[in-house]
T-cell receptor, first 117, second 112 residues
Framework: AQSVTQPDIHITVSEGASLELRCNYS??????LFWYVQSPGQGLQLLLK??????LVQGIKGFEAEFKRSQSSFNLRKPSVHWSDAAEYFC???????????????FGKGTKLSVKP | DSGVTQTPKHLITATGQRVTLRCSPR?????VYWYQQSLDQGLQFLIQ???????AKGNILERFSAQQFPDLHSELNLSSLELGDSALYFC???????????FGPGTRLTVL
């Protein structure tokens, strides 16, 4: 069965420091991969997605992610974190038949990011 | 603002009761998805509708049901509620079945 693992439950970084959030997936074919961010009391906002092509994808708010098939990973990065980036981050993979008969997402458990001033 | 609306924002009810959560997708979107977010299970897919038809089912309990109406809004019905049903319920919409999903702000259900 498909699954997504986010190994870090909680990460704290200093403002201005770089950030990398890890995501590993289990999937048989080329996956559709996503990163979403959830601020307290808010819904989920899409940061970026990978469907095919260039393995380094750029997203909103200065985030990027790199798809590495050999490592089954899709890690999220940001060169300089701002206090407003404090939130919970979710990695997701499209279910089998994504884009065909169904389009639901399978989410990781999330990584909570805290930012120190 | 994603353009997806959900009502109500909060819902407090008792065990054994039945509630209905409502979702209006973004204008033009045909697909609606329901997800449940709880502390122990995380974000779990419940059910997907596309243009009024059920397309996919996830870990949705038999006590739960959903439908999508001709105007494309969707309702999630939860019955015989249990304490463990307390969670945040999200609706998302997309234009098709492989497009970006836009999430609503969620309905927080508390079962006492």
């Amino acid at each position: 069965a498909q699954s997504v693992t986010q190994p870090d439950i909680h990460i704290t970084v200093s403002e201005g420091a770089s950030l990398e959030l890890r995501c590993n997936y289990s999937y048989g074919a080329t996956p559709y991969l996503f990163w979403y961010v959830q601020s307290p009391g808010q819904g989920l906002q899409l940061l970026l997605k990978y469907f095919s092509g260039d393995t380094l994808v750029q997203g909103i708010k200065g985030f990027e992610a790199e798809f590495k098939r050999s490592q089954s990973s899709f890690n999220l990065r940001k060169p300089s974190v701002h206090w407003s980036d404090a939130a919970e981050y979710f990695c997701a993979v499209g279910a089998l038949n994504y884009g065909g008969s169904q389009g639901n997402l399978i989410f990781g458990k999330g990584t909570k990011l805290s930012v120190k001033p | 603002d994603s353009g997806v609306t959900q009502t109500p924002k909060h819902l407090i009810t008792a065990t054994g009761q039945r509630v209905t959560l409502r979702c209006s997708p973004r204008s033009g979107d045909l697909s609606v998805y329901w997800y449940q977010q709880s502390l122990d299970q995380g974000l779990q897919f419940l059910i997907q509708y596309y243009n009024g038809e059920e397309r996919a089912k996830g870990n949705i309990l038999e006590r739960f049901s959903a439908q999508q109406f001709p105007d494309l809004h969707s309702e999630l019905n939860l019955s015989s509620l249990e304490l463990g049903d307390s969670a945040l319920y999200f609706c998302a919409s997309s234009s098709g079945t492989g497009d970006t999903q836009y999430f609503g702000p969620g309905t927080r259900l508390t079962v006492l």
